[in-house]
């Protein structure tokens, strides 16, 4: 359960997020879209943990999130805008890192990679370097990751953004598994067909958030 309670975030005089609540259960997906710059991105870099909020409190799962390794350590998996691969490793490589982290044994970890790798139609690229790979390819490679984590909660920053639209309806369906098999799922996006599929729908604009369809 992803609770937010009016959290703010501030960057300098910059108002990015303000005064947002709402609470996303397990197994459901939101939705959150708007216009460039609204803040859809420093949202989920605050449930992520990934920047200081100012004002109010992101707490998951009973843990009020302060910091990005204590998030990470707590299962908050966030598939950034731009991939945030590591572009001179394989896929292979950027998948095993945070799965390793988490000290999985090896097999249970080479399974996890070849099993997301394969949801998103890549298992034959595993050991191409990711600056090998087209951009649609290198988004798919970072849905890859972060769902082989199996997080509790997955943030998915403009992750269709650069699809087809049969691999944009595969990372989609791959996120509603996720949330089928019990994570709390948000995200970004510009897409409608993304928007409309979620089983709820806000609106940012200007950091405050609004409903189209409520969870
Ligand atoms: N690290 C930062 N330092 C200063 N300002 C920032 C920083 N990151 C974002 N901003 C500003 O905060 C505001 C919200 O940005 P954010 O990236 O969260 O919006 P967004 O809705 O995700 O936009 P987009 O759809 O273009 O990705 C913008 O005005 C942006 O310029």
Do not use: C
Request: charged fraction near 25%; hydrophobic fraction near 45%; avoid cysteine.
């Amino acid at each position: 359960m992803i609770r937010l309670s009016q959290v703010t975030v501030r960057y300098g005089d910059l108002t990015a997020v303000s005064d947002v609540s709402f609470t996303v259960p397990p197994g459901f997906v939101l939705a959150v879209s708007g216009p460039s710059g609204a803040g859809k991105s420093s949202l989920l870099w605050a449930i992520a943990g990934a920047v200081p909020v100012a004002k109010g409190q992101v707490e998951v799962d009973g843990l009020v999130i302060k910091d990005r390794p204590a998030a990470a350590a707590h299962g908050i998996v966030l598939i950034p805008q731009g991939n945030g691969l590591a572009r001179v490793l394989t896929a292979r490589e950027n998948l095993s890192f945070p799965l390793r982290a988490e000290q999985n044994p090896a097999g249970d970890v080479d399974r996890r990679i070849d099993e997301a790798l394969a949801g998103v139609g890549l298992a034959e690229s595993g050991d191409h370097l990711v600056e090998e790979l087209s951009g649609g390819e290198q988004q798919r490679v970072a849905v890859a990751r972060g769902i082989a984590q199996q997080g509790r909660v997955i943030l998915a920053d403009e992750s269709t953004s650069e699809l087809d639209s049969s691999n944009r309806e595969r990372v989609l369906e791959l996120l509603h598994d996720q949330a089928r098999r019990g994570a709390a799922v948000v995200i970004a996006t510009h897409d409608p067909n993304v928007a409309d599929s979620a089983d709820g729908h806000a609106l940012m604009d200007e950091g405050r958030l609004s409903w189209v369809r409520r969870l």
